[in-house]
């Protein structure tokens, strides 16, 4: 089986633009979280969604948003980037919602925001 | 809200002897425990998991051991090896419907 793929890899942006970042997770996987990794804070649960419906969110505000399609691949965008928002995005697909599951991450995409 | 707390931050052990990781989790509901590593440049993987009716696990040299009583659970390596070295997560959640909270990570560092 394919592994989660995430693209692009790496991205430098600016100060407040937007961002759209990719995840494809494994075939016949339903679920996709996505997680922000920084030194000092580890990883940060952003969101999960199933089935197209968002079923957990973390403590991150509005800029962050994401979606899923129906063949289960997943987006994340964030608006008006900011400084603080440069950090390594993970991606992690499983085969149900909720913490039970193991997760498969994808290797990331570096973001800078500049 | 619910905690999970992860010591030491950085360890750093000699090639062949054992290294130990603690977690500390707050939410006594919580029901299942697994840890990943993480290697550079690359995305978390699950190496060995736990679940609260069970108080210890082992997978060839690591191990997970479970106090519920005390709320913390750890991950033992024996004979340390150099592709040891790696970032490692704990984290623990009450299940399905639940996210799983993480702890703030080890990095392990073998030396030859």
């Known amino acids: 089986k394919a592994g989660v793929t995430q693209t692009p890899r790496y991205l430098i942006k600016t100060r407040g633009q937007q961002v759209t970042l990719s995840c494809s997770p494994i075939s016949g996987h339903r679920s996709v979280s996505w997680y922000q990794q920084t030194p000092g804070q580890g990883l940060q649960f952003l969101f999960e969604y199933f089935s197209e419906t968002q079923r957990n969110k973390g403590n991150f505000p509005g800029r962050f948003s994401g979606r899923q399609f129906s063949n289960s691949r997943s987006e994340m965008n964030v608006s008006t980037l900011e400084l603080g928002d440069s950090a390594l995005y993970l991606c992690?697909?499983?085969?149900?919602?909720?913490?039970?599951?193991?997760?498969?991450f994808g290797p990331g995409t570096r973001l800078t925001v500049t | 809200g619910e905690n999970v707390e992860q010591h030491p931050s950085t360890l750093s052990v000699q090639e062949g002897d054992s290294a130990v990781i603690k977690c500390t989790y707050s939410?006594?509901?919580?029901?299942?425990f697994p840890w990943y590593k993480q290697e550079l440049g690359k995305g978390p993987q699950l190496i060995i998991d736990i679940r609260s009716n069970v108080g210890e696990k082992k997978d060839q040299r690591i191990a997970v051991t479970l106090n519920k009583t005390a709320k913390h659970f750890s991950l033992h390596i024996t004979e340390t090896q150099p592709e040891d070295s790696a970032v490692y997560f704990c984290a623990a959640s009450r299940g399905s419907n639940y996210q799983l909270i993480w702890g703030a990570g080890t990095k392990l560092i073998i030396k030859p």
């Open positions: 992690a697909s499983s085969s149900g919602t909720g913490g039970f599951y193991e997760q498969y």
């Open positions: 939410d006594s509901a919580s029901n299942y």
